[in-house]
């Protein structure tokens, strides 16, 4: 077939990928060149139609690429590959991958491994000599690359337009990079077009080194400095203006270039320093600064007096983190609800916030994204109240209430029947209050759903994932409840198109997290777990399930890339057997303190499991550190072991 392939014309092709799942489509596009091109123009048109009908925006997906029956690299949807990395390791299996990429146009690039070895020397020349003038993205981030290496190779990138040397300490420990003039004024005219550069987690970046990295970048538009050791309150230069101190980052020196590039810059990351309020106060009053973006997550210090100052002066804000930000209470979030072309708001942790203060989030129109995971004291009503008002107009795709525990049916309830035609990721991870009735709720009226995470629910049972008739008194209990005006009579009964809808109604799930739900066991699990674009699962904990359960969920979820079943003791070599035969793209598996799991198993699962490259078999009794370390020879692919505590069991049952 893959000799006949070419031949087809693209329109036939095309017809034929109508007929598959997307992730039979995403391995049929790797057969030739046409059945790329035909997947191409299939995607397209799906983009183009279903996803603008449901009215969201899916994430990219990942596809594999394989180069001589290797794993190479990963990448999103085709369609947009802005954001397609290839990963290069400094070892000599890089250098077949850039000669295979030096055809690309626009590559985006993330190098790893990288020392001062003659190996690491000759991958960083070839890319210089190959990709360099076609890259555009270079991600260098925790590389160990010497500045020898980055002299060789950034200064030849002369499309590059984003820069990532987030926690490359190595790099900037000796304080000589850029030094040479030379060397500066090649690097600053190579990297003219740089719009994004990533100084995160730099333990010895100085006002020195980043004026020579920022000096003339006029295009500049994204700036992350979260993590840096940043002087905030003390001012070492007295007032002048030239900042140019070898040992420490101020934050004078960081407002000047912020001055300078306020034309264009339009987001920044503080997040995980000492910034302060007042600090804040000043970034934000710069003249002529119209930020778009701004995170300051676990930034300890700020006030509610910062955040009303970020409203005030950055009306524009489309994605605001505050995560972690323990300071701040209802006043923020009150502020934060003037900001009317905010899409993203991150509050998770942010553990004063109240219901009180989320009711006017609902008078934000473009909110997409909203994270309260970890704030105890929200139930959720007080949200679903402002979004039940004549002139809110929901829009929100995504929505985190993980480890909210004062959240109830009553909010899922009256939050399913509002954002039915929105809502695309709900997280309810310790919602411990949650039943039966919310996943009923879920499967009537969110069925737009593409994630879905219920961990640690642990009163969610068979009856709930089966569809079963739920008992009446979670609506006698809606009725009662004291925010009971916002749910209509005939919102209380499902029409009988819905009645009895059970999980698999959820077709364009692609994340399910089941974690802890103690309650649930083969009957459902065998039954409802049938999803053929379903990614990532996870049943860790569910110490029922069988066999059964593992075989039904590999022959039915066809896409499936992550497995998580640690703790699921009643698991064999088996089951694990026969499941490997159907799950091809799996990726990642975890099967942690699964004590009837054995080498035999994790044998068959490498030959069928051709894409699988992480494992997890921590504290599996039935394997020993010696099987593992087989296995890795056998399988150099095999990039990421986790097999914690095997080796004391090893010595325990010798001495036995």
């Known amino acids: 077939m893959e000799n006949e392939a070419p031949n087809l014309p693209v329109e036939v092709i095309s017809y034929i990928l109508h007929f598959l799942s997307m992730s039979d489509r995403k391995e049929a596009s790797l057969v030739s060149k046409a059945w790329y091109t035909a997947f191409l123009d299939q995607s397209l048109q799906i983009r183009g139609c279903r996803i603008q ?46 000669r295979c990429l030096r055809r690309r146009q626009s590559l985006c690039v993330a190098l790893s491994n990288f020392d001062g070895s003659p190996t690491s020397t000759m991958v960083i020349q070839n890319i210089a000599l190959h990709l360099a003038p076609c890259l555009k993205n270079l991600l260098l981030r925790d590389s160990n690359i010497t500045e020898s290496s980055f002299v060789d190779l950034v200064p030849l990138c002369r499309s590059l337009w984003g820069l990532d ?20 004024a090649r690097t600053t005219e190579a990297l003219i077009d740089l719009q994004e550069l990533n100084l995160s987690n730099l333990r010895y970046l100085s006002d020195l080194t980043f004026n020579r990295l920022t000096d003339c970048k006029p295009k500049l538009r994204k700036l992350a400095l979260a993590g840096c050791p940043i002087v905030f309150e003390l001012d070492p230069y007295r007032g002048v203006k030239v900042c140019n101190s070898m040992c420490t980052l101020s934050l004078n020196n960081i407002l000047c270039f912020i001055d300078r590039q306020a034309a264009t810059l339009k ?44 409203c005030s002066c950055q009306p524009r804000l489309t994605s605001l983190d505050l995560t972690g930000c323990c300071e701040l209470t209802d006043k923020s979030v009150l502020a934060v609800a003037n900001l009317q072309f905010l899409e993203r708001l991150f509050l998770g942790k942010v553990r004063l916030v109240t219901d009180r203060g989320l009711k006017n989030l609902s008078a934000i129109p473009t909110l997409q994204a909203l994270d309260l995971s970890e704030c105890y004291q929200v139930s959720g009503l007080e949200l679903v109240n402002g979004l039940a008002l004549p002139y809110a107009t929901p829009t929100l795709l995504s929505l985190n209430f993980s480890c909210c525990t004062m959240v109830k049916d009553s909010c899922v309830f009256s939050m399913g029947v509002i954002l039915r035609d929105s809502l695309r990721e709900l997280d309810l991870t310790s919602c411990v209050y949650i039943t039966d009735f919310s996943i009923s709720v ?55 198109e819905r009645d009895g809808a059970s999980l698999r109604a959820l077709i364009y799930l ?33 110490r029922e399930i069988t066999d059964e359960s593992v075989v039904s969920i590999a022959e039915h979820c066809r896409s499936l890339e992550g497995l998580s079943l640690s703790h699921c003791g009643q698991l064999t070599d088996q089951g694990m057997i026969t499941a490997a035969n159907h799950m091809k793209r799996l990726t990642n598996l975890e099967i942690s303190c699964c004590d ?8 068959v699962l490498m030959q069928e499991c051709q894409w699988l490259r992480s494992l997890d078999v921590s504290m599996c009794s039935g394997l020993t550190i010696r099987d593992i370390e087989r296995l890795q020879l056998a399988h150099p692919r095999l990039t990421s072991v986790k097999a914690k505590y095997l080796e004391e069991q090893t010595s325990s049952s010798l001495l036995e």
């Open 53 to 98: 009908k449901m009215g969201f925006l899916h994430a990219p997906d990942l596809i594999l690429v394989q180069c001589n029956g290797q794993l190479k690299h990963c990448c999103p949807h085709p369609v947009d590959q802005s954001n397609v990395f290839y990963h290069l390791q400094g070892t000599s299996e890089s250098l077949e991958l850039i």
């Open 165 to 184: 040397l987030s926690c490359c300490n190595s790099l900037f420990k000796p304080g000589t990079l850029m030094e040479n003039a030379e060397i500066k």
């Open 267 to 310: 987001w920044l990351d503080f997040s995980h320093t000492s910034i302060t309020s007042e600090a804040v106060q000043l970034v934000v009053q710069v003249p002529g600064l119209q930020l778009e973006g701004l995170a300051l997550r676990h930034c300890k210090d700020l006030t509610d007096g910062a955040v009303c100052a970020i």
């Open 442 to 496: 879920i499967v009537n009226y969110l069925n737009g759903l593409t994630v879905l995470r219920l961990s640690w629910c642990k009163e969610i049972t068979d009856r709930g994932l089966l569809g079963m008739s739920v008992a009446n008194d979670n609506c006698q209990l809606n009725e009662k409840d004291e925010k009971a005006e916002i749910i209509t009579e005939s919102d209380l009964k499902p029409s009988k």
């Open 510 to 542: 692609k994340e399910l997290c089941l974690t802890a739900c103690t309650k649930l066991t083969d009957a459902s699990i065998t039954k409802e777990i049938r999803f053929q674009e379903l990614k990532t699962l996870s049943l860790n904990m569910v």
């Open 596 to 603: 009837k799991i054995t080498s035999q198993a994790l044998e």
